[in-house]
């Protein structure tokens, strides 16, 4: 975390979120963080390259930012 409360999603990321002031990533952000996410990990995907998933609502994000 940045010393300016700011939360860097990755680097080269230019989507930044508010913490709130116990340090969280405040509830209504976390669906953008979890697209952010899906999208970032979608762009390091080579061709051949074998992927493991979950079953939850950030492996739906990836597969989304994927396709």
Do not use: H, W, Y
């Not at 975390?1 to 976390?30: H, W, Y």
């Amino acid at each position: 975390m940045s010393t300016d409360g700011l939360f860097p999603l990755s680097r080269g990321c230019p989507q930044e979120f508010k913490l709130n002031e116990s340090g969280v990533i405040n509830a209504s952000e976390i669906d953008l963080v979890k697209k952010q996410l899906g999208k970032v990990t979608a762009s390091k995907i080579e061709n051949g390259s074998l992927l493991g998933l979950g079953t939850g609502t950030t492996a739906v994000c990836f597969i989304e930012a994927l396709a």
